[in-house]
Nanobody, 119 residues
Framework: QVHLVESGGGSVQAGGSLRLSCAVS????????MGWFRQAPGKEREFVST????????YYVDSVKGRFTISRDKAKNTVALQMNSLKPEDTAVYYC????????????WGQGTQVTVSS
């Protein structure tokens, strides 16, 4: 059974920082990519960032480049999203997800963690 469990959400003022963490268990993810997505109220879920478990290659959506940093800790089986210079428009439920490198579809999802940024 694969489990992805997010933590670290909360409320912060604009300009502040939060660090999200995703604990990964249940299988070996060496041939997987890990991603963070978010969904704001009334909006569709959107991609935020991804990292390849094996070599640490990263990619970000333009709106978070320079502010968010994704990383993975192989020893602890965790994926983190460091979010700096937060803006009210970053308010959303953030989800951790995993996909096989050979697939475009994210197969495993966490339950989500709320991030609220006030102005």
């Amino acid at each position: 059974q694969v489990h992805l469990v997010e933590s670290g959400g909360g409320s912060v003022q604009a300009g502040g920082s939060l660090r999200l963490s995703c604990a990964v268990s249940g299988r070996t993810f060496s041939s997987y990519a890990m991603g963070w997505f978010r969904q704001a109220p009334g909006k569709e879920r959107e991609f935020v960032s991804t990292i390849t478990w094996r070599d640490g290659s990263t990619y970000y959506v333009d709106s978070v480049k320079g502010r968010f940093t994704i990383s993975r800790d192989k020893a602890k089986n965790t994926v983190a999203l460091q979010m700096n210079s937060l803006k009210p428009e970053d308010t959303a439920v953030y989800y951790c997800a995993a996909r096989a490198l050979m697939s475009n579809q994210y197969t495993y999802w966490g339950q989500g963690t709320q991030v609220t940024v006030s102005s």
